[in-house]
């Protein structure tokens, strides 16, 4: 399946399920044999990347055929050129236009596509594969008064690895915000309960879609002086799990632990008033106030009329930006777009 199509006699991107519930990808063939230069690649890389870059492959292994070209025969002035056939800025021409009636990648799709390319090939030299390629790529540069800081001893850095295929980094000077009453502009587009606890959700934790959709009741300790001891007031973990019913996956993947029958460890982040609702008043004192959506396992979950069964099943992440997506009108007035940044407040801040 690529783009939601089905994709027959041409590469493409397959989603294997193992035995433990864990989901991982890998590219094929058209005749459906695996591809073994990206399926080894692919196998180095982390949960949620590895789906990135299996779809960064297929589209670049279909334009080295388009090209006449293969993974021995590449230059790096090759890869340039199709990195300016996806939306890079290259002085020149680069050849046959690629991915007609497609819009150009953006800033951080090149980048994505910058970073796969290079480890790929780089990988592909350890295997005596176009290895003049692989030293190609393995540029440096000086480093900078922010890659000191981050660095355990950054006094002593002398070079930092480049990618030569990634685009210039632009300068953000202020921080991605909602434009000023978008918010309630929203939560007068919703119509249900699950699309205000998003709206609300998004807007005052700075949560990624990934990590709002894979959140658990277990994760959420709304309320002062919690099990974990971590934070004293009420806070959530984001933990990242690869057995999510709704495939929703947290990127960052900080370690955290089952114990004492509490959640412990993973991102830890404060959250806002808003987003903790009443508690029942008949409630012992010692049950945690749960979202508005309290019969399901997920803090986000589709309501009950929307799946079959007498049980709602847990949203996917598309399902998130889907009231934003409802409310479009508002979005392209405000800000000329239909889907806003995220929002950082101090009640989002990670501790």
Request: glycine share 10%; with cysteine.
């Amino acid at each position: 399946m690529v783009d939601g199509r089905l994709v027959v006699g041409d590469l493409r991107g397959q989603e294997i399920v193992r035995g433990d519930g864990w989901v991982c990808y890998t590219v094929v063939d058209a005749d459906c044999s695996v591809v073994a230069e990206a399926d080894g690649f692919l196998r180095t890389c982390a949960a949620g990347t590895d789906r990135t870059y299996a779809y960064v492959l297929v589209d670049h292994l279909r334009w080295l055929r388009f090209a006449g070209l293969d993974t021995g025969s590449v230059s790096l002035e090759d890869l340039r050129h199709y990195m300016a056939a996806l939306g890079a800025d290259y002085p020149g021409p680069f050849g046959l236009p690629w991915r007609e009636g497609k819009r150009p990648y953006g800033h951080s799709a090149l980048k994505t596509a910058a970073a796969c390319l290079k480890g790929f090939y780089l990988r592909l030299g350890t295997l005596d594969v176009n290895p003049a390629l692989a030293e190609a790529l393995r540029v440096t540069r000086l480093p900078t008064r922010a890659d000191r800081r981050r660095a355990m001893l950054g006094h002593v850095l002398h070079s930092m690895p480049a990618n030569p295929l990634a685009p210039a980094e632009r300068v953000r000077r202020h921080p991605k915000m909602l434009p000023e009453g978008a918010r309630d502009l929203l939560l007068g587009a919703v119509s249900c309960a699950r699309d205000r606890v998003v709206v609300t959700w998004l807007a005052d934790g700075g949560f990624r879609i990934g990590e709002l959709c894979g959140l658990r009741l277990v994760d959420l300790h709304l309320r002062e002086q919690a099990e974990c001891g971590q934070c004293w007031g009420p806070h959530v973990h984001i933990c990242h799990r690869e057995d999510n019913a709704n495939r929703a996956r947290a990127k960052t993947k900080t370690p955290w632990t089952w114990q004492d029958n509490a959640v412990s460890g993973g991102t830890v982040r404060r959250v806002s008033p808003a987003m903790i609702p009443p508690t029942s008043s008949t409630s012992p004192p010692s049950t945690p106030p749960r979202p508005l959506m309290a019969c399901s396992w997920s803090a986000c979950t589709a309501p009950r009329g929307a799946s079959r069964g007498p049980r709602p099943r847990p949203a996917a992440c598309c399902a998130g930006p889907q009231p934003v997506w409802r409310s479009a009108g508002w979005s392209r007035t405000l800000s000329g777009t239909a889907s806003p940044p995220r929002c950082w407040t101090p009640h989002g801040a990670t501790l």
